[in-house]
């Protein structure tokens, strides 16, 4: 936007570029602390809270405008406009523009007012108003109100409307125990909540949920609707049979289709119109392969594998990766879950990896005792062999971090989100503003899935694929790393942790 920024994510507003007040004072004045302490409810996302606070410095409440009144207007104004306060907030912007029609901002109070007038349905005043904008001001802003209001097209193809998107997610509306259901609950609360922050930068979602567990008859019953051949944009199912249905019926159809919980890459095969919103069990085993290969000396590596399919995948993958690059697996050993603690033990014990011809250990599984017995053996060795196992084993209560700060432990992280990234914590604050809680990783799963793919849906559902080719691997709102270049169908962003002085440092 122009002088004075701000972004909407969700429930939250973040302002950005230069300080209000300097914008109006060149810095010379300090401002009331009640703009600086409603500018801060504002960002935080507490608009009523905003709009009492910055209510005594509005241009209708005060005799003489002061250093701070135009952008306390303005922000009050943009309060009101999230606290669904249109009525209110509409008139007190007409009157900002009456008495400083020659403020810098006036450009931002023009967009804003078409804004409030959207939100009072008046859409073409809303389109008269900012036909007021002058010259070449605001043109993205302005455009993307335009296709909202739908005077414009959504896409250089020149259609119109917004982007259809059903979430086909298990919500357990029929079941006696709705809390077995709560994932698909947050998930979808997670689109919501996206819908609302695209809705805001100028992409209209018209999201519609269909609750579908791992039911194949249901899906077929879905799967005859009309309404669902009419959408663009297909989030679900998150069981396999069902997701398989899902992609083979929409195959040579416009329609693009996200697993936003899948690893397998199995699904992708025959379905050209299905992504994996995690990156496949493949792509895990190529990254940490190449990390390996880069990282460790020696150039070799012993896998020591759960009997399960998908570790037996990741070891397969793994090994073709590592030694495509020149490494060389020296020992491959097999445990099967159900071992006794003793036995177990033995084995992990009986794993020629003592010599320093082997550059590092790689462990396929989430099993906690078998998670301890090779911490176990790391310690008894006294050697800082590098490991790289699962990041479930951070979150293992029997382990204790310092066995993993002491160590050269490294995780591999495929879901991973910095909590304490400045887009996570946005994102938790509209979050609780919104429900009262703290987001679950399904909450943020949910957000960051809609607020990418959403904005790259073409009509029809075209060009997704080669819009998220183009956009390549780049950090997303809330990874570290998340993409699908070169035509990849799941997603390539695959993080690998390691812990120095028990903080969690991204390698990868």
Same mark, same amino acid.
């Given at each position: ?5 701000? &972004? ?5 507003? &973040? ?38 606070t ?7 409440? #005060? ?40 403020w810098? %901002? ?6 804003l ?17 900012? %036909? ?39 919500l ?25 922050s695209l ?55 416009p ?65 073709a990766e ?19 603690r003793t ?20 462990v ?26 699962p990041?479930? &084993? ?14 050269e ?20 604050r509209? &979050? ?73 440092? #991204?390698?990868?």
């Amino acid at each position: 936007m122009g002088m004075i920024r701000y &972004w909407v994510l969700g429930a939250g507003c &973040w302002l950005l570029g230069w300080g209000a007040a300097r914008a109006q004072t060149g810095g010379a004045a300090r401002p009331d602390p009640r703009y600086e302490q409603g500018k801060a409810q504002l960002a935080a996302g507490t608009y009523g809270l905003a709009m009492n606070t910055l209510q005594k410095l509005i241009i209708t409440n #005060v005799p003489t405008p002061g250093p701070t009144t135009n952008v306390a207007t303005y922000l009050w104004a943009v309060a009101g406009l999230r606290d669904n306060h249109p009525r209110e907030a509409e008139p007190v912007l007409r009157r900002l523009r009456a008495d400083q029609p020659a403020w810098a %901002g006036m450009p931002d109070v023009i967009l804003l007012q078409a804004q409030l007038a959207e939100a009072l349905g008046e859409r073409e005043r809303a389109r008269t108003i900012l %036909g007021e904008l002058p010259g070449e001001q605001l043109t993205a802003e302005k455009d993307a109100l335009l296709r909202r209001l739908g005077f414009g097209p959504r896409t250089t193809e020149g259609a119109t409307g917004p982007v259809r998107v059903a979430a086909l997610l298990p919500l357990g509306l029929d079941d006696a125990d709705p809390r077995r259901a709560q994932f698909g609950q947050e998930l979808y609360a997670g689109l919501k909540l996206a819908a609302d922050s695209l809705r805001s930068l100028g992409t209209l979602v018209d999201l519609r949920a269909y609750d579908l567990s791992n039911d194949t008859v249901a899906t077929n019953a879905l799967l005859a609707q009309p309404d669902l051949g009419a959408v663009e944009l297909i989030v679900g199912p998150v069981y396999k049979g069902p997701s398989r249905l899902v992609a083979r019926a929409t195959a040579g159809r416009p329609i693009a289709v996200v697993n936003p919980l899948s690893e397998d890459g199995s699904l992708l095969a025959g379905s050209p119109s299905l992504f994996l919103f995690r990156p496949s069990v493949q792509t895990q085993a190529r990254a940490a392969a190449g990390l390996a290969y880069a990282r460790f000396e020696p150039k070799t590596a012993a896998l020591l594998v759960e009997e399960t399919k998908d570790d037996a995948a990741f070891a397969a993958a793994f090994r073709a990766e590592f030694e495509r690059l020149g490494g060389r697996i020296t020992v491959e050993e097999k445990v099967a879950s159900q071992l006794y603690r003793t036995r177990m033990t033995e084995k992990v014990n009986a794993l020629a990896i003592d010599s320093l011809e082997t550059g590092a250990l790689v462990v396929v599984s989430k099993e906690k005792n078998l998670a301890q017995q090779v911490c176990g053996r790391m310690e008894r060795d006294n050697r800082r062999l590098p490991v790289l196992a699962p990041a479930a &084993w951070l979150e293992m209560p029997e382990l204790s971090l310092d066995q993993f700060t002491d160590r050269e432990f490294y995780f591999l992280a495929p879901a991973y989100r910095d909590v304490a990234s400045a887009g996570n914590r946005q994102f938790r604050r509209a &979050w609780q503003a919104r429900y009262g809680v703290p987001p679950s990783d399904y909450a943020r799963a949910g957000f960051e899935l809609l607020f990418t793919f959403a904005p790259l849906v073409r009509p029809g559902g075209a060009g997704l694929a080669a819009g998220l080719s183009q956009r390549g691997l780049q950090p997303g709102p809330l990874s570290p790393a998340l993409g699908y270049p070169n035509g990849a169908r799941d997603n390539q962003g695959v993080s690998i942790l390691r812990l120095t002085n028990r903080v969690v440092e #991204v390698v990868r």
